[in-house]
């Protein structure tokens, strides 16, 4: 006799007996009755009371920072060609100004140096703010379930001195420590930026050098953006480049009626002083 799937029922008890035929005699008796149940498909479980005086479990505790790779970044136009410093290296160049002869470049390295991250976190800085606390302690950028940590960075815009087309080997040097943070929550579509700018170094031949930063969602209808707010201004003078960080935040809203699962953030500086036109920089 042959079973076919469906032929028993689940859940069920069945009683069998056999008498066996070699092919030419019969057997005269019946074996004695077996019996079986077949399995059930439904699995019951009895859970036990919970216990309301428990504390609730924080599965961010148990998860270490992942290394990610670090941002993209892009030129922004318009873009000059670089007098005496290499496109290849990262510099976009903005346009000379004719009446100084200098000629504004700025890039965005990562920087995994102790410097900068020092420069970001201790001395004077030690106190400044954190969206997510666990950033201090590490360098390159790291992701874990609901918080991000970008960079550390080197934000550097140099002023090219340029005579009859040709650089003349003098360069006025500024740059920031930069460091960016990022804190989802788990219960709402608004998250959270953070961009902290360490001044290390600005040239007195400036005279003052201002930032001026743009946080974005790429894809309007997958993202919108709030206003922006800064603690610190961010204007820097050569005569005391170390006055004062300044620490901007922005809130960004997923649309999630669009159910897009992808977000393209953007953050771009750019800078520019008395003597030296704009140069941006984007990420």
Not at 42 to 64: F, G, H, R, W
Not at 102 to 117: A, N, Y
Not at 192 to 206: A, G, M, N, S, Y
């Amino acid at each position: 006799m042959t079973l076919r799937y469906g032929d028993l029922k689940t859940n069920t008890a069945y009683a069998f007996r056999t008498s066996a035929f070699d092919g030419s005699l019969y057997e005269t008796d019946w074996s004695s009755w077996a019996k079986f149940h077949t399995r059930g498909r439904a699995v019951s479980i009895t859970l036990p009371e919970p216990n309301k005086d428990a504390s609730a479990v924080n599965e961010d505790t148990y998860q270490e920072p992942q290394q990610i790779a670090q941002p993209a970044m892009a030129a922004v136009d318009p873009t000059d060609p670089p007098i005496g410093l290499s496109a290849g290296a990262g510099w976009n160049c903005g346009e000379l100004n004719t009446k100084t002869g200098i000629q504004p470049c700025s890039r965005l390295v990562p920087d995994e140096s102790k410097k900068t991250r020092d420069a970001l976190t201790k001395g004077a800085n030690a106190n400044l703010p954190h969206l997510v606390d666990w950033c201090a302690n590490l360098l390159n950028s790291h992701i874990k379930r609901y918080e991000a940590c970008i960079g550390s960075f080197t934000y550097e815009y140099k002023g090219v001195v340029v005579k009859d087309g040709r650089p003349t080997g003098e360069i006025l040097d500024a740059s920031w420590a930069v460091g960016q943070e990022v804190k989802l929550a788990g219960n709402s579509a608004t998250f959270t930026q953070q961009l902290v700018l360490v001044p290390v170094e600005v040239d007195p031949k400036f005279g003052s050098v201002t930032l001026n930063v743009e946080f974005d969602c790429l894809l309007a209808d997958r993202c919108s953006n709030g206003p922006q707010s800064w603690d610190g201004a961010l204007v820097w003078t050569g005569a005391d480049p170390f006055s004062h960080s300044a620490v901007g935040k922005i809130d960004h809203t997923w649309n999630a009626a669009k159910n897009a699962d992808t977000l393209d953030l953007s953050t771009k500086i750019t800078a520019y002083s008395p003597v030296a036109n704009p140069s941006a920089t984007r990420w």
